[in-house]
């Protein structure tokens, strides 16, 4: 891996992989309980009559196991992932009870700002399950500040 | 309020408002301990040194708290909140200790599916804090049944 500190050390194709996570159904609940009280997220009875055929994880729950993930190959080195937004966020299949997830990031867009000391870095993420499905994507909308210039 | 049950039954420019719900610190620093443990979510010393300048909700915090609240609107009737995915997802103001959110919801894109009997319905959300400072933006690509054909 090479060391990533400021936006100049980002290229494109860079690509960033996490570790797993599994997601237990008592996680799929909590999470539902709280945000998303839908049966399909809430109850496997239910769920089975509905178009999932079973439980199945908010895809926000989704989203913020996929964040937690980014969060933790740390693509721009000591500095946050922070952003204005996300583009190109997709569910493209359940999220399971059991399931264990990683995410894989490629750097699809650098650009310099013209009036900061800093860039924006698009990442898109993709988050697997243990099958090699591709379950959900995103693509934030970051930013990494510039190597101070030497005086 | 018009009785919605199909996609037939909704219409552009129909809108939707949530209650309220108040976010808390302890909320912030729990969702943030699991799904985004960054500094600027976790302690409000070191969040004030950061871009944040105090303590900050997680950006995906504020989505799921936007999706109970847009739950809550049911906007499509008895038919679920389901969707391939989102556009337009945008952070526009931190969300702090103590805020106040709400939801409103405008249906600015209906397509009949070719192929299916549904049709995609988009919504964009906004959440606002208890300033009416828009905090964040959302716009679900969602899907809703047609009304049954008489036989």
Redesign the interface.
């Given at each position: 891996m090479a060391m990533i500190e400021w936006f100049e050390d980002l290229s494109l194709g860079m690509r960033f992989k996490s570790g797993t996570v599994q997601v237990s159904e008592h996680d799929i609940k909590q999470?539902a309980a709280?945000?998303?009280?839908?049966?399909?997220h809430l109850d496997d009875d239910a769920a089975q009559k509905?178009?999932f055929k079973g439980l199945a994880a908010?895809?926000?729950?989704t989203?913020?196991?996929a964040?937690?993930l980014a969060?933790q190959t740390r693509p721009f080195g000591p500095h946050?992932?922070?952003?204005?937004?996300?583009?190109?966020?997709?569910?493209m299949m359940p999220v399971r009870p059991g399931d264990i997830l990683f995410v894989e990031g490629e750097v699809v867009g650098l650009t310099p700002s013209k009036s900061k000391p800093q860039g924006t870095v698009l990442i898109k993420w993709i988050a697997y399950n243990q099958n090699g499905d591709a379950v959900y994507t995103f693509t934030p909308i970051g930013f990494v500040p510039c190597r101070p210039k030497a005086i």
């Open positions: 999470f709280k945000f998303d009280p839908q049966p399909f509905t178009i908010s895809g926000w729950h989203a913020a196991i964040m937690s969060v946050p992932l922070i952003g204005l937004g996300v583009d190109g966020l997709r569910w």
